[in-house]
């Protein structure tokens, strides 16, 4: 058996954006981009149901998902609007690749966050992670 120094591992980092008033605004647009093409499925559901009304219950049913998605939509936009500049929200997670040496403590390699303005990184961050934290 052989025993290794270090290894490369894959881990959890933490993105943000910096809100500014130029990314609420792209960020609403393409929420009411969202909700037009919604509006638009709906119409053509509506118009099928018309032409074809023995399929109505599975007409009714995908009527029913993009209903759901198009509040969903209005809800992220309500959100939107209550975004401050300079705010930072999470947008998501990604990964990262990092390397494990013997004797280095394991919880080192998480509560790595990076944070974004207008699509440039402003911070990359280390936060001592705890396992009853938000994870």
Do not use: C
Request: hydrophobic share 35%; aromatic share 6%; charged share 30%.
């Amino acid at each position: 058996m052989q025993y290794l120094n270090e290894i490369l591992i894959r881990r959890p980092v933490v993105l943000k954006v910096k809100v500014t008033e130029d990314f609420r605004q792209r960020m609403a647009s393409e929420v009411r981009e969202n909700l037009n093409r919604l509006d638009l499925e709906l119409q053509q559901l509506d118009f099928l149901v018309k032409r074809n009304p023995q399929q109505q219950k599975r007409y009714e049913l995908e009527k029913q998902k993009l209903l759901d998605q198009k509040q969903n939509l209005i809800q992220k936009l309500k959100e939107i609007s209550n975004w401050t500049v300079g705010e930072e929200i999470y947008q998501g997670t990604v990964e990262s690749l990092a390397t494990l040496q013997i004797g280095q403590s394991f919880s080192s390699l998480y509560g790595v966050e990076v944070v974004l303005e207008d699509d440039q990184v402003i911070a990359i961050r280390q936060h001592e992670w705890r396992r009853d934290s938000n994870e």
